[in-house]
């Protein structure tokens, strides 16, 4: 499985950025697809989860109520729409997934196993 994460770029303070990760397999095939990013000489941090069965989702205290992940089984593809965004989401945001990921570790990094290269996303103020 191959995830490729696009949509990144420089957008102002209070603004929207629309994340798209798809994947060179069937999304459904991985029980969790997340949403990490990273910041220089900072550890991988948690941003937000899908499960496939239920389409249950999950997010990081710090995006609730301005992030929404979502999933589209036929395109093979999962999205991350960003509003709201402020300087301190500025980072590389990776998209993964993982076939064995399960609800008390779905949000480390360590329980994925497929990981796209990362696209950045900077918001100046």
């Known amino acids: 499985v191959q995830l490729q994460a696009s949509g990144g770029g420089l957008v102002q303070a209070g603004g929207s950025l629309r994340l798209s990760c798809t994947t060179s397999?069937?999304?459904?095939?991985?029980?969790?697809m997340a949403w990490f990013r990273q910041t220089p000489g900072m550890e991988r941090e948690f941003v937000a989860a899908l499960k496939w069965s239920g389409r249950t989702t999950s997010y990081a205290d710090s995006v609730k109520g301005r992030f929404t992940i979502s999933g589209d089984n036929a395109k093979n593809a999962v999205f991350l729409q960003m509003n709201s965004l402020r300087p301190e989401d500025t980072a590389v945001y990776y998209c993964a997934a993982g076939p064995s990921v399960i609800q008390s570790s779905q949000t480390s990094p360590s329980a994925y196993y497929y990981w796209g290269q990362g696209t950045q996303v900077t918001v100046s103020s």
């Open positions: 397999g069937r999304t459904s095939s991985n029980r969790y």
